[in-house]
């Protein structure tokens, strides 16, 4: 019997072993597509970066930018009508209008206000008008052209007011474009006393104090004496008025700025004695004052001193 040959295994081993597949390898980094989902994310990233430095950037710049003359908002044009230049010419026409002693010379001053031949149109007998105290008291512009000029003054003895048309052209000339019109002066107005709280109880204090720094003001004398620390008022030109005494004397609660507790406005008139010669005196002289004056802790000084826009007493 024949002997089994010893190669059977082991060559048989062998020759799989040369049929088998290769060991597994790591696959790499690149493998199966893998590169494109990286760089869809770097993609991705970079628009994200790019939407917020947008978002931040672009309302800041807006906001450092110069503006342009595009960029500025209209404005509607100002009324280009010379009304400084109109006032002095109206009041100089006016002015020779009423002065009818001489019609010739008066026809021939009117000319220099007027358009050629139209002066003639306001001719007026000798001495039926005269006037005096004229004053310009308004100006209402129609449109860049053309206003009316009111013109208030004595006129025949009465107050009356003159409205005058005055003409402007591109050029600058001006002219008095029609007949001026006598009017009736506008009527005085009747200031009525403010309504306000009256602080009663600092009432003779303040008064007291007042009295004594009228008398410094005039007098030029320690008038620092009744002044707040840190302010300055300066006194009257010296021996130009004597006090005499306060009159109306009204301590208003609170300021016109708000209700400090230390601070108080009053109005007060004052009566002055003026000085005459020969150390005489020619009569007194009543002045209304506005004195704000502040608390101190040991009483009360003057902060500021001006004339008084209110209306008390007779």
Do not use: C
Request: aromatic share 8%; glycine share 10%; proline share 8%.
């Amino acid at each position: 019997m024949a002997k089994a040959s010893r190669r059977g295994p082991t060559v048989r081993d062998q020759d799989d072993a040369e049929f088998d597949a290769p060991p597994a390898r790591r696959p790499s980094a690149g493998a199966g597509g893998r590169w494109l989902v990286g760089l869809g994310r770097v993609v991705l990233w970079l628009f994200i970066l790019v939407v917020i430095f947008n978002g931040i950037w672009i309302p800041l710049r807006g906001g450092f930018a110069f503006s342009t003359p595009t960029d500025e908002i209209e404005q509607p044009e100002e009324n280009t009508y010379p009304e400084t230049a109109a006032t002095a010419f109206a009041l100089g026409f006016a002015r020779t209008y009423v002065d009818t002693k001489d019609p010739e010379t008066r026809i021939d001053s009117l000319a220099e206000y007027m358009p050629e031949g139209r002066a003639a149109d306001l001719e007026l007998p000798a001495d039926s008008l005269t006037g005096k105290n004229l004053t310009v008291v308004g100006v209402d512009v129609r449109d860049e052209h053309n206003a009316m000029v009111t013109v208030r003054g004595d006129i025949n003895g009465e107050t009356m007011a003159l409205d005058i048309p005055v003409y402007a052209d591109p050029d600058g000339s001006l002219a008095v474009s029609g007949r001026p019109a006598l009017l009736a002066a506008p009527p005085v107005g009747a200031p009525q006393r403010p309504d306000a709280d009256i602080d009663e109880a600092s009432g003779p204090a303040i008064q007291e104090m007042l009295e004594g720094f009228f008398e410094a003001y005039a007098q030029d004398d320690h008038l620092d004496r009744y002044v707040e620390t840190g302010e300055s008022i300066a006194a009257l030109p010296e021996d130009s008025l004597v006090f005499a005494e306060l009159t109306d004397v009204t301590v208003l609660s609170h300021t016109s700025t708000g209700d400090d507790e230390d601070v108080r406005q009053v109005p007060v008139t004052v009566r002055w004695n003026v000085p005459g010669p020969d150390d005489g005196q020619t009569g007194q002289l009543a002045q209304d004052y506005l004195v704000t004056v502040v608390h101190t802790g040991d009483g009360w000084d003057v902060r500021d001193i001006q004339g008084s826009p209110f209306a008390l007493g007779d």
